[in-house]
């Protein structure tokens, strides 16, 4: 089943500022320089919000035994569903040694053994609830307890 991104409404306000800066600076410099400056806003266009939207959208998670997917633009991350260790609520800033995938603060974070990925990575379905419940069903070993996802003894 796959389960969208939640999105904090003011990190999308400072994802579109950054993405609508450069046309903002194009104007700019188009009313200073003339018709001739176009260039200028395809370029800044091109550097700026191309790569960032190829990096964030789409944003999703997919559970498809025997891996957790979690696809945020370009990136594919797969994660075995038998090396999730815990899945429990953070509403921290995060960490170095982690990597989010989530478009708001309101968040989960996914313990894994995986060695070929972080440790743990956050993030950020819609509803959290039913996405733990449907982890814990289609994942043996895991179960849904006190609102964490957690690996049985």
């Given amino acids: 089943m796959r389960y969208y991104s ?5 990190l999308m306000a400072i994802l579109w500022f950054v993405l ?13 320089v003339g018709p001739g400056g176009i260039w200028g806003i395809i370029f800044l266009a091109i550097m700026v919000d191309v790569p960032l939207l190829l990096l964030i959208y789409p944003l999703y998670y997919e559970i498809t035994p025997p891996i957790l997917l979690v696809r945020c633009g370009l990136i594919r991350m797969r994660i075995p569903l ?30 894994s053994s995986n060695r070929e990925w972080p440790s743990f990575v956050y993030i950020a ?3 959290k609830v039913k996405f733990m419940q449907d982890l814990a ?9 006190d609102g964490q996802v957690i690996r049985r003894q």
């Fill in 20 to 32: 609508l800066l450069p046309l903002a600076l194009g104007i700019l410099f188009l009313s200073k």
């Fill in 82 to 111: 038998d090396s999730i260790q815990q899945v429990v609520p953070d509403y921290t800033l995060g960490s170095p040694a982690g990597v989010s995938f989530a478009m708001s603060l309101d968040r989960l974070r996914v313990d």
């Fill in 137 to 145: 069903e289609q994942t043996e070993g895991l179960e849904f307890k």
């Fill in 125 to 127: 379905p819609k509803d």
């Fill in 6 to 10: 939640k999105k904090n409404i003011w």
